[in-house]
Nanobody, 120 residues
């Protein structure tokens, strides 16, 4: 199983930005796809954004135009740039390096996640 470590979360005011990082134990280049998910208190974990090895991306409607997923093969790291943050973006964010199918179902192992709190 490929291991992942998420980082970069924190407290930010509405309208602010954060960049989350997902460092993997295997070369990003070798992974067919990577995706970010989030889980808010009392809610199920949901897909936020995904990126295939070929560069195709997917974004949930709630984050389109605000979030950008990318990857740096040399650093074995994927990123989630989050701009124009809203209080409803508050959640623990996780990455998964084995999302499959059109629904990006996560099959890879989970890291500890990184907490994002959007509040004034």
């Amino acid at each position: 199983q490929v291991q992942v470590v998420e980082s970069g979360g924190g407290l930010v005011q509405p309208g602010g930005s954060l960049r989350l990082s997902c460092t993997t134990s295997r070369s990003i280049f070798e992974l067919p796809a990577i995706a970010w998910y989030r889980q808010a208190p009392g809610n199920q974990r949901e897909l936020v954004a995904g990126r295939t090895n070929g560069g195709s991306t997917y974004y949930a409607d709630s984050v389109k135009g605000r979030f950008t997923i990318s990857a740096d093969n040399a650093k074995n790291t994927a990123y989630l740039q989050m701009n124009s943050l809203k209080p409803e973006d508050t959640a623990v964010y996780y990455c998964n390096v084995d999302p499959r199918g059109s629904r990006w179902l996560p099959f890879g192992s989970w890291g500890q996640g990184t907490q994002v709190l959007v509040s004034s």
